[in-house]
């Protein structure tokens, strides 16, 4: 990114001269404030009026745009369909100048039943599936509203809501919907804008609608009520929601957070103790295809070696057969590592970062949302009626004319007969308004019988009963309350739990127990060979191999470690900074070339060096000792480490490093020094740590430790002397204690001064 340039210091920015900035009906401005000024723009157009959903009705712009346009089509759900290319047509001459297919798109989305929880468009034809092919073009499907989008636009031409001019100031199209649906958290929304997401899963509307009932009594309820009320997102593919109630309610009580979604999943039983597992569900926005390849590739690398093969027997509904390797096999180990390694198990963010009634981007609580969206409907309610009452003393107004039209119909007719001029003298002669003596003219004589007298006078009554309701309706808040609260209760019995489409899709679970999966269930156990060079070269061969001296290294490089391990091992590395690094044996580089550097994979210094490569066995004790003579026993739990970083066990001050690492299995230990002084003495001596310096093995005047081994004292202590091994058993007069100097070591110990 550019930087701005720095001005010097005191400097004062010029002010451009009015007559500088005009030159020919050119403006002069600056780049960086032209930049400012048209990427903001951009920004706010993004977040406003393309990425993030309105709280009150829960839709984009497009998709707004898009039902508008099919009820202007009358596209109800009572009639028939309409092919979508004429729809996008209308969409995107009207309303939407953008792409015929972003628009098509959408138009699809709305239609999935498999990506809306309660979709709003009724598609008939190819509108793709769960697997992830796309929808057929828009010439060949058709589209008409559902119900759920119908209560969107319901009392739309009731001056329930403002209209703007459209792009080209042709048409006119709402700034928002009257939404008698909760349609924001019901079906859910995605965005990107710039600077900032949007995020919010499907929920079910029955328990929505109880939420609301009880903020209509309770505004400011808190988290934890509505958490009960709303216990989670409610997905179209339903699967099992296995989030803990804590989290459940730290993330509607905040508007972030997530929710761990998994497949539901049964044991079916077969023949001769066999079994298979059938996943019948899957996690939300997971396609099928890919997951299905997900697990074929794991099983190809090896990956899930507990599993044997997976199968699509899906039809209509979902039914992916997974067979075990073995039926002695656990189900929910094999699951478990499913679980982890594929989308079978899958989060589902939480971003509550909506458009307030204001168009301002904030991040809501789900409290804030539903208020919102209660809010947004009092004020449909309230403009409604107002709406109504107009209508009703408009024509209440017309009606009282009629009405004394037929008490006088004799003289209004003589009026209309003779006179040349016969509205004023109407309106004169029985003190009618313009308006009321224009629709006594207008009126036809076959609607002057007794019968038609009698229609008009039961109109007038039930609307004057209509005008008093709704006057008394404007005055009393709390009565329009009462009216959002009937209609969320008629939104509840349309869309709710007794319905095919509002019954409950995902379970709601417990935190599954930790179950620990074993290193088999995630990596095939297979015999290796790991070669390691002097300069740190690391791979592994397949099989347990002899060292015959084939084995090829860099030029200037040789052979430092030849183990046999199994894939599943880990491998234990201690360095000369005194820590211990950890590898798994699956991870190390396979084949016959020279591997790849340890560095590279461990976050090891250029100057640290390996002193021990073995397999890691928990429960085993090792002796670590430093080169200033100091040193402790450690249990090899304690040196397991968990990152790149390795684990520091042997603390080693500036001038000092680690130099050896040896398995304390005996009862005696012996140090010699680079002084070749040899002394000997209990283990019992010796502290168990965890982590530190240690206590002191051998003193020195000059130089330090040069090997230390632990050995059990009735068998002797064994070196090794070229090709020979030898056993001294005579040690009395290297026994001592601990921190002493020693004696200069047997005939025939190594002048290199190591046991080995």
């Not at 997401?197 to 929920?203: L, N, T």
């Not at 313009?434 to 019988?449: F, K, T």
Request: aromatic share 6%.
């Amino acid at each position: 990114m550019a930087t701005r340039p720095s001005k010097p210091s005191g400097a004062k920015r010029a002010a451009p001269s009015p007559v500088a900035e005009r030159v020919g009906g050119i403006r002069e401005v600056g780049l960086e404030e032209a930049l400012s000024e048209r990427y903001l723009a951009y920004a706010l157009s993004t977040i406003t009026a393309r990425s993030l959903p309105d709280v009150r009705d829960g839709l984009k712009p497009v998709h707004r745009r898009l039902l508008y346009a099919m009820r202007l089509l009358r596209l109800d759900p009572a009639s028939g369909y309409k092919k979508c290319a004429r729809v996008v047509g209308d969409v995107i001459g009207k309303f939407h100048p953008h792409g015929e297919q972003s628009v098509y798109d959408a138009l699809v989305r709305l239609a999935q039943e498999f990506a809306a929880r309660y979709p709003l468009v009724d598609g008939q034809g190819n509108f793709g599936n769960i697997d992830g092919d796309g929808a057929a073009a828009m010439r060949y499907t058709e589209a008409r509203l559902t119900p759920a989008a119908e209560a969107l636009l319901a009392d739309i031409d009731e001056d329930t809501v403002d209209f703007r001019p459209t792009y080209d100031g042709e048409e006119k199209e709402p700034l928002v919907l009257p939404a008698a649906f909760p349609n924001l958290l019901a079906n859910g929304a995605n965005g990107i804008a710039v600077g900032m997401a949007c995020s919010v899963p499907p929920h079910n509307v029955g328990e929505l609608c109880d939420a609301m009932l009880h903020l209509i009594k309770f505004p400011n309820a808190h988290a934890a009520k509505l958490a009960e009320l709303v216990p989670g997102p409610d997905f179209p593919t339903g699967g099992i929601l296995v989030e803990s109630r804590a989290t459940i309610v730290e993330a509607y009580k905040t508007g972030r957070g997530s929710f761990r979604v998994r497949a539901r999943w049964s044991v079916e039983k077969l023949s001769h103790g066999t079994w298979q597992i059938v996943v019948t569900e899957v996690p939300y926005q997971v396609q099928k295809s890919r997951l299905i390849e997900r697990i074929a590739t794991l099983i190809t690398e090896k990956k899930v070696p507990l599993l044997g093969d997976v199968r699509d027997e899906s039809a209509e509904d979902i039914r992916l057969v997974l067979e075990p390797k073995s039926r002695t096999v656990e189900p929910d180990v094999l699951m478990e590592s499913l679980f982890r390694a594929t989308e079978l198990e899958s989060r589902i963010s939480l971003n509550l970062n909506v458009l307030d009634k204001g168009r301002l981007p904030r991040v809501m609580d789900l409290r804030e949302a539903l208020n919102a969206f209660l809010a947004h409907r009092h004020e449909v309610v309230e403009r409604r009626s107002k709406f109504r009452l107009a209508k009703a003393e408009d024509r209440l107004e017309v009606l009282d004319g009629y009405l004394l039209v037929y008490l006088n119909v004799d003289e209004v007719i003589r009026i209309i007969r003779r006179e040349d001029e016969p509205k004023p003298v109407l309106m004169r002669k029985f003190k009618l308004n313009d308006r009321q003596a224009e629709a006594v003219l207008d009126l036809r004589l076959r609607r002057l019988r007794k019968l038609e007298e009698d229609a008009i006078r039961k109109e007038h009554t039930a609307l004057s009963a209509e005008r008093k309701d709704l006057r008394a309706l404007l005055k009393d808040q709390d009565m329009r309350w009462a009216v959002v609260a009937d209609e969320v209760r008629d939104t509840k019995v349309k869309f709710g739990p007794k319905t095919a489409l509002g019954k409950r899709r995902t379970t709601i679970a417990d935190a599954p127990a930790e179950i620990e999966v074993p290193t088999e269930a995630l990596i095939e156990r297979e015999p290796i060979t790991v070669i390691c060079s002097a300069k740190g070269w690391i791979r592994a061969v397949k099989g347990h191999v002899a060292d015959d001296g084939t084995a090829t290294y860099k030029e200037g490089d040789e052979r430092r470690f030849w183990i046999h391990a199994e894939s599943t091992d880990k491998l234990s590395m201690f360095a000369t900074n005194g820590r211990f690094y950890t590898l798994g044996a699956d991870k190390l580089p396979r084949g016959r070339g020279h591997g790849e550097p340890v560095r590279l994979m461990l976050d090891m210094g250029e100057a640290v060096e390996i002193l021990t490569l073995g397999v890691y066995r928990p429960g085993e004790k090792l002796l670590v000792a430093s080169s200033d003579g100091r040193g402790f026993v450690v249990d090899t739990d304690s040196t397991l480490a968990q990152t790149k970083n390795g684990r520091q066990v042997l603390n080693v001050s500036d001038g000092v490093t680690a130099v050896a690492c040896v398995p304390a299995v005996g009862d005696t230990v012996a140090v010699v020094g680079e002084n070749r002084k040899l002394v000997l003495f209990p283990l019992k001596e010796l502290p168990e740590m965890a982590r530190g310096r240690g206590v002191t093995l051998q003193k020195y005047k000059d130089g330090g430790l040069a090997d230390v081994r632990v050995f059990v004292k009735r068998d002797g202590l064994t070196w090794r002397l070229g090709e020979n091994t030898r056993t001294e058993t005579e040690l009395r007069d290297w026994m001592g204690k601990r921190a002493q100097a020693g004696r200069l070591p047997p005939k025939g110990f190594p002048k290199s001064g190591r046991f080995s």
